[in-house]
């Protein structure tokens, strides 16, 4: 094994490690932290595969907003300090096989599709260039399709947190009530 | 090898030192602004040693973990808010030719991510604490992080989009005079955004001292807290830095780039500093509402009109 395959095994073990962590713990914010360190495992792995771009957008996606915004959502609902009994989920046996499953699912695909084939690693083939020219002229439709998608969960999302556009009658009765006083607030 | 060791030498001495010199400059600054004289007798001369002294008392204080508190994240928050600054000034370019600690190649994204990371440190605080202004403010801090991050990315895209690369020393190379007024908006954007990120006044709602009491750091005493306001210091410097590399050219000055290159950019950066301490002096606290109004409906929009200017203008020339 090289020191290269070496460090990828070891982000590989801490990025498992933490992520069991993050499910296992009766500690609430400890699981987010613990999904920091899982994050940050698989951006370090992306790096070893000479992925840099991608390390990076892991990073600032997911650990600087996505994990930010899971702490903001724990803390504005409830945060307690130590363990919390009450948050186990009856579910835990039926998660657990989803989870085995999918993971059996994915190890196969990339069992059959690949046998023990060895790709060389060139430095600066995961380079923001080359992901850019892949993702613009071989993957342009899929990336337009994920466009329209994340475009259709946003206006869900604005849809879903409005107030004043929720039911028919609602808006039946809207020019009679006249503006309300909490229109300028939202967002 | 020596000159790798070398560079990161002399990037841990101006870790150690920017950050306290700016600290001593917002002490004097903000006295002169208001009419006192600061800080006088440290170390004899208009008390230089003054911040020398703060950090020889933090470090005899007690180490007190409240008795609710999480032990492990509340001691680990100081370090998770200093390290990514440190990080950071890794791969700011201070002159042409390799003066850098680290040439990445997606070097703007690597400062954003390893900036937003800071941020988490305030927040773990806030949790650990089990105080409720803790929580409080760590609540202001990411709900301000998530606002501000958005605006801060666009910006700094923008100048990548300009230059045609995502490296921070190919950002100088590229960079012309005309760059100032065409990425005026973003430089504006990405400044402010930055401060508020920092919780800097006018953008220090989370840590407001006079209301939640320091918000995250409330139970923090001796070295800790002394992390955290270092963390703070060091931000101002990642800050004015960065936007120093990306919107106003570097190390590119009226003449003698290759020699003098260092010394304009760390003109570029003092100035900058001068004028965080300043806006701090000049304008009151926003409350979160505002500063949550000023994020979504005017840097945002802001942000985005830079990007299509951007755009435009690559396409067309």
Redesign the interface.
């Known amino acids: 094994m090289s020191g290269q395959e070496i460090v990828f095994a070891l982000l590989g073990v801490v990025a498992v490690g933490s992520a069991i962590l993050v499910v296992t713990t009766r500690q609430l914010v400890h699981a987010a932290l613990w999904l920091v360190v899982s994050f940050g495992a698989l951006a370090g792995g992306y790096l070893v595969l000479t992925a840099e771009f991608v390390a990076w957008v892991q990073v600032l996606i997911y650990v600087g907003a996505i994990v930010v915004l899971l702490l903001f959502g724990i803390m504005l609902t409830r945060a307690p300090i130590g363990e919390s009994a009450d948050l186990d989920s009856g579910n835990r046996w039926a998660a657990l096989a989803v989870a085995a499953a999918t993971a059996a699912v994915l190890v196969t695909v990339m069992v059959i599709g690949f046998r023990d084939t060895k790709m060389a690693l060139d430095a600066g083939g995961g380079s923001a260039e080359e992901l850019g020219a892949a993702v613009f002229r071989t993957w342009a439709l899929p990336f337009e399709v994920l466009s329209v998608l994340l475009l259709a969960s946003l206006v869900g999302a604005i849809v879903l947190s409005r107030s004043d556009i929720r039911t028919r009658p609602d808006v039946r009765t809207r020019p009679e009530t006249g503006a309300r006083p909490d229109e300028e607030g939202g967002a | 090898m020596l000159e790798v060791v070398g560079k990161l030498v002399l990037v841990a001495a101006a870790f150690a030192l920017l950050p306290l010199l700016v600290g001593q400059a917002e002490h004097k600054v903000m006295a002169h602004m208001q009419g006192r004289l600061g800080p006088m007798y440290a170390g004899g001369f208009h008390g230089w040693a003054q911040l020398v002294a703060d950090g020889v008392k933090f470090a005899q204080k007690e180490d007190v973990v409240p008795r609710?508190?999480?032990r492990w994240?509340f001691k680990l928050a100081p370090g998770v808010a200093i390290v990514p600054y440190l990080l950071v000034l890794l791969v700011i370019p201070v002159g042409p030719g390799g003066q850098v600690a680290l040439d990445?190649?997606?070097g703007i994204?690597?400062a954003?991510?390893?900036m937003?990371?800071g941020?988490?440190g305030a927040?773990?605080a806030?949790?650990?604490s089990?105080n409720k202004y803790s929580?409080l403010g760590?609540?202001r801090v990411?709900?301000q992080?998530?606002s501000y991050?958005l605006p801060m990315?666009f910006a700094a895209s923008s100048v990548a989009m300009a230059a045609g690369t995502?490296s921070l020393q190919g950002v100088v190379e590229e960079w012309r005079w005309w760059w100032l007024p065409w990425q005026a908006i973003g430089a504006v954007v990405f400044f402010v955004a930055g401060l508020a990120e920092l919780r800097r006044p006018p953008f220090d709602m989370p840590v407001a001292d006079s209301e939640i009491i320091f918000g995250p750091y409330t139970e923090y005493g001796g070295l800790r807290f002394a992390l955290f306001i270092l963390a703070e210091y060091a931000g101002i410097v990642v800050l004015c830095a960065l936007t120093t590399v990306l919107f106003l050219g570097g190390w590119k000055g009226p003449f003698l780039n290759t020699e003098l290159g260092w010394l304009w950019t760390l003109i570029k950066v003092g100035v900058l500093a001068f004028c965080v301490i300043w806006l701090r002096v000049s304008y009151p606290r926003m409350r979160e509402?505002q500063l949550?109004k000023l994020a979504?409906a005017w840097l945002v929009p802001l942000s985005l009109a830079q990007l299509a200017l951007t755009g435009v203008l690559r396409v067309v020339t």
Do not use: S
């Open positions: 609710d508190a999480d994240v990445l190649g997606p994204f690597f954003l991510a390893v937003g990371v941020v988490i927040i773990m806030g949790w650990a089990a929580l760590g609540m990411a709900a992080l998530m991050e990315v995502l509402d949550q979504w």
